[in-house]
């Protein structure tokens, strides 16, 4: 046995047989070792397997038992819902396709549709009876809007009549059924409407002696356009040479323009705020750098007005908004959204009526030469229609009708939105859904109406157009709460407009054309017009007095 000094005892060395078996043992303990950390983290493994079916399931559940209480729509992907679905049919960023596939869903899936995207709820109701419960029963709870860019912008953070809400939109309403809406207000622009409908006739006379076609949208346009202008910021401004002000006509031209076009192309991006992220295209910014130019057009009118206000006498729309408003209630922001809204809003939907009742006319030759006819008969040849003689002409009247059924120049509502979980039919509609009325798919409904994307005036000759609206056959200028409020003077310049082209002039197709080789397919976007502008031959049918101005 080996001693060391200082050390004491040492072991004795292993024998062979020993270390053997040492080498053994630790073999057998590191082997357990590892057994024993294999099985800790299949025990783990199978924690977070068991904990995720659980959540899973919980989930799984849970997104059941909501779908079952939300009415029916298309497959949803957790977290994604349709939005792959809707990627590839329609794209991310276009507008083209958005509301026709959304229509041609909800004529699969049935008239009261859940559709999920992204982060966002939508209803699509597309049946007169829903829209009855949405828009009378509930409106209280489907009267909200939901927050959009397009409000956040051209809305003037949502203080314009679109989309504000509760009190504030409650006095815009009250204010402009007042003074502006109300028939008796708007009667009172009646010499300025009757001058614009007048210049439209003079410059289609204008263009047919330099042998030009005419394109409808654009007369009808500048009709509508002037019209609003006149009434609601006066005539000075659109006259004027004033070279220190930014405001001149074009201006405004472009500016409306832009808007119409900015607010009317929605896009998934637009519907689904969480996917707001995804807008490389600028959309946003576009919104901004138009609501800034809005802001400075808009605050110039507001300056100038102020200063040259003759109280006594209000001219235009904006001197009374300005006259009421000496207490400062009403924001400068929800001045200028006002006169956006009604300026845009009644321009391009004025203009996509005319231009449809045309284009149907054109393509119904008999149709057209019966209204003239009846036109005739009433107002003679020596005069111009007036809006007097309107009540006179049913036949006309059921011509309007049968255009705002089938071709509704707002075919969907701008959307609802509930705060509250609503009952709707027998399903629940969670709170924070956008509640979309499909107007142009209740006009259209082949159980109310035989035949139905049949132009045929004769279905509105008999019966009282407002019963019809009453019993949700049709519902062109929405209903409820949010009905348009500018109904009454939309169909006041609807009519005047087409009354004079079509009592001024016969219309036929262009050379090479025939009348059913006008198309009948629709744009895209809030205002429905035709896809391409109704380009046509005017011929005068009057005595040349008659156009002169
Ligand atoms: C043929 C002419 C017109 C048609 C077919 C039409 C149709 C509509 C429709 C369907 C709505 C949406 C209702 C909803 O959200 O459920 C609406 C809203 C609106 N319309 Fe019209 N409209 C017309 C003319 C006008 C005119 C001339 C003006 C103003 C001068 C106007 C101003 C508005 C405004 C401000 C709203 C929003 C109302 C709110 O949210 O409280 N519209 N319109």
Redesign the pocket.
């Known amino acids: 046995m080996a001693q060391a000094v200082g050390l004491g005892r040492l072991p004795a060395p292993l024998s062979e047989e020993n270390k053997a078996w040492m080498t053994n043992q630790l073999e057998s303990y590191s082997t357990w070792q590892m057994n024993a950390a294999g099985l800790g983290r299949a025990l783990y493994i199978l924690a977070a397997v068991v904990f995720s079916a659980v959540v899973c399931f919980e989930q799984y559940s849970k997104r059941k038992e909501r779908l079952s209480k939300v009415p029916p729509g298309p497959f949803q992907w957790p977290y994604l819902g349709s939005l792959p679905y809707l990627i590839r049919t329609v794209g991310l960023r276009s507008s083209t396709r958005l509301r026709e596939k959304i229509t041609e869903l909800a004529m699969k899936h049935g008239p009261l549709m859940f559709l999920q995207i992204a982060d966002t709820q939508i209803v699509v109701v597309s049946s007169g009876k829903i829209a009855k419960e949405v828009?009378v029963a509930h409106d209280a709870e489907f009267y909200f809007?939901p927050r959009c860019l397009v409000g956040k912008y051209l809305g003037f953070d949502s203080t314009?009549?679109?989309?504000?809400e509760g009190r504030n939109?409650w006095r815009?309403?009250q204010l402009?059924d007042k003074h502006?809406?109300l028939p008796e207000c708007f009667a009172s622009y009646g010499h300025v409407q009757k001058q614009e409908a007048e210049k439209m006739l003079h410059s289609v006379w204008e263009a047919t002696k330099r042998g030009e076609n005419i394109s409808v949208r654009h007369t009808v346009i500048t009709f509508?356009r002037n019209s609003?202008c006149r009434?609601?910021l006066g005539t000075a401004h659109l006259d004027i040479e004033n070279t220190s002000l930014e405001f001149n006509k074009e201006t405004l031209i472009t500016l409306l323009d832009e808007a119409f076009a900015v607010a009317g192309e929605t896009t998934l991006i637009d519907l689904t705020p969480g996917l707001n992220w995804l807008d490389f295209h600028g959309r946003e910014q576009k919104m901004k750098y138009l609501r800034r130019r809005l802001e400075k057009y808009f605050q110039e009118i507001l300056d100038d007005r102020s200063q040259r206000l003759d109280r006594s006498e209000p001219e235009a729309f904006v001197d009374v908004l300005l006259s009421l408003d000496e207490d400062k209630t009403l924001s400068d922001e929800a001045m200028m959204g006002?006169l956006l809204?009604?300026?845009v809003?009644?321009?391009y939907?004025?203009s996509?009526?005319v231009e449809w009742a045309l284009t149907e006319l054109v393509r119904n030759p008999t149709m057209l030469e019966n209204v003239q006819n009846e036109i005739t008969q009433v107002v003679g040849p020596h005069h111009i229609v007036e809006v007097t003689e309107f009540s006179q002409l049913s036949y006309f009247q059921a011509i309007v009708k049968e255009t705002?059924r089938l071709h509704?120049?707002?075919?969907?509502?701008?959307?609802?939105m509930n705060k509250v979980a609503t009952p709707l039919s027998s399903y629940e509609i969670p709170p924070n859904t956008s509640v979309v009325?499909d107007?142009a798919a209740i006009g259209r409904d082949s159980e109310i109406w035989p035949n139905p994307l049949d132009f045929d005036p004769r279905r509105f000759t008999d019966t009282d157009a407002a019963s019809q609206i009453d019993s949700f056959k049709f519902?062109?200028?929405?209903?409820?709460?949010?009905?348009?409020?500018?109904?009454n003077?939309?169909?006041r310049?609807?009519q005047l407009g087409l009354a004079h082209l079509v009592q001024g002039f016969d219309w036929i197709p262009i050379e090479g054309q025939l009348p059913h080789d006008i198309d009948i397919k629709e744009s895209s976007g809030a205002?429905c017009f035709k896809s391409t502008p109704l380009i046509l031959r005017a011929i005068p049918r009057l005595a040349s007095t008659l156009y002169e101005i």
């Open positions: 828009l809007r314009n009549m679109a989309f504000a939109h815009l309403r402009c502006l809406f509508a609003l009434m609601l006002v809204d009604t300026l809003a009644g321009t939907s004025i996509a009526s705002l509704p120049a707002m075919p969907m509502s701008i959307p609802h009325v107007y519902l062109p200028f929405g209903y409820g709460r949010r009905v348009c409020p500018g109904a003077l939309g169909l310049l609807l205002i």
